[in-house]
């Protein structure tokens, strides 16, 4: 009975602070997507063309690429907590500044800083959740920091509809003299100054200790935080693991194929197709697209914030089952669902009728639009939004993990700014129904790339993780 009542009190304190450490992702997710509700009124605040619009939306992915590249090695050098604490400086600097900005050249800056502390987040998040939490609870663990992302979309979302509601429109005055838009970043403060205050509590990674030669700091942590039985044991198996003392570096990834281990080419192309199915087309964009196919302002803010709730409802079942089902077969089920939906919606937007500001969707084509995005966003969400993370979170060796893992983040992040930054001009071009066809497309194709090169991971020890 004692036994038990250990194990829950450890399992207590390593969910506590794999939550803290997810707050990171509630801002990845809060600031990537609050630019959302305020697209429409900088387009018009700042006389915004199609392509400038889009480059102000995906500057900040440019940011987040350069955040996670740095990241890792970051972490490396000064430890996991202190580049927490740099990421939520960064995100504090990024909503205040994009509250007050005066300029497009003003704006631009704040969101590539913004961006930077987004890739900084998407990085150390997942990898101190997968080196604190035990192998087997690790999969649900490091979902819960898709889980904070969903959930960081969700309030992003529904606090620029309230405000968007409260002031009649997100272009309207709100409070103290300034425009909903405005607020919708100045918002993003409070969480951000949570995230700090998080940051200094929890405790640094047991890994990072080991090779900082703190041991004995590292088997106290792996004790009462994790509830090893043998502290000194795991030890001693991390220092194994480490193929030398110095702080990683991009030598620890070279390789035979095209200079890259090819278990490192495997993380950077799952990372690239994450994005090429064009979810964030959807949460940078949505209020924008449901507008242009005959919604209303405020039907188009409802639609998506309802899309955001299907997003943190469908998490959920990738906690439940990525240690139970395994990564590939989550991954390979969301890649099918995927792409039927998104062809769904495709077909659906080929009927659109009118042009400029008269478009419509006529009939059933409107509902059955709706439902092909949210079924997609049920199996992304489910699948591909989580479990990607989780397995590079896990599946890189110990002396390559964050450098690694910074890489394939940032490359996640530049195929997120290649798709939003060429989704309102397409959008005008080719039109909806090509882009959510080209969408499905890479749906299809990331089921043969999982069936044939992710390895699973589930029940492994990090430790355990070979190149």
Not at 25 to 37: E, M, Q, R, W
Not at 163 to 177: P, T, V
Not at 310 to 337: C, E, H, P, Y
Request: with cysteine.
């Amino acid at each position: 009975m004692i036994e038990a009542q250990t194990s829950d009190s450890h399992t207590v304190r390593v969910v506590g602070v794999t939550i803290a450490a997810a707050v990171g992702g509630f801002l990845f997710g809060f600031d990537s997507s609050v630019i959302n509700g305020a697209v429409d009124a900088l387009e018009g605040h700042f006389q915004l063309g199609p392509v400038l619009l889009g480059f102000s939306v995906a500057i900040a992915l440019l940011g987040c690429a350069v955040g996670a590249w740095f990241a890792g090695r970051l972490a490396d050098r000064w430890g996991r907590k202190k580049v927490m604490l740099l990421g939520s400086a960064l995100f504090i600097i990024n909503s205040i500044g994009s509250g007050f900005a005066f300029s497009v050249p003003d704006l631009l800056l704040w969101r590539v800083v913004g961006g930077v502390g987004i890739g900084i987040a998407s990085v150390i998040a997942p990898t101190y959740i997968a080196e604190i939490a035990p192998a087997r609870h690790r999969g649900a663990l490091a979902s819960l920091q898709q889980l904070a992302i969903t959930i960081g979309i969700f309030a992003a979302l529904l606090s620029n509809a309230v405000m968007a509601n409260a002031a009649d429109g997100a272009a309207n005055e709100l409070w103290l003299g300034l425009e909903a838009w405005r607020w919708m970043f100045l918002i993003g403060v409070i969480p951000a100054i949570a995230y700090s205050v998080l940051a200094l509590l929890i405790p640094e990674s047991p890994r990072y200790l080991v090779e900082r030669h703190l041991d004995e700091e590292a088997a106290r942590i792996l004790k009462s935080i994790t509830g090893e039985h043998d502290p000194q044991r795991k030890v001693r198996e991390i220092r194994q693991s480490l193929h030398h003392e110095s702080a990683t570096s991009f030598a620890d990834i070279r390789g035979p194929k095209f200079g890259l281990q090819p278990i490192v080419w495997v993380g950077i192309t799952m990372a690239i197709l994450q994005q090429f199915v064009g979810i964030n087309a959807i949460f940078y964009y949505s209020t924008t697209l449901w507008r242009s196919v005959g919604f209303t302002e405020s039907q188009s803010f409802t639609t998506s914030v309802i899309t955001s709730i299907i997003n943190v409802g469908m998490t959920f079942v990738a906690i439940l089952f990525v240690d139970r089902v395994g990564r590939r077969i989550l991954l390979m089920i969301g890649s099918i669902g995927m792409f039927v939906s998104l062809l769904m919606a495709a077909i659906a937007f080929s009927q659109a009728t009118g042009s400029g500001d008269n478009v419509d969707l006529p009939g059933p084509w409107g509902p059955v639009a709706l439902v092909g995005a949210n079924l997609f966003v049920v199996f992304f969400a489910s699948t591909w939004g989580p479990v990607m993370w989780v397995l590079l979170g896990e599946m890189f060796p110990n002396d390559m993990r964050t450098v690694a893992l910074g890489i394939s983040t940032a490359a996640n992040w530049l195929a997120n700014f290649a798709v939003s930054l060429a989704f309102p001009p397409l959008t005008q071009s080719v039109g909806l129904w090509f882009l959510y066809g080209t969408f499905a497309f890479f749906a299809l194709l990331s089921f043969f790339f999982v069936r044939s090169n992710i390895p699973e991971t589930t029940g492994k020890e990090l430790e355990e993780m070979r190149a």
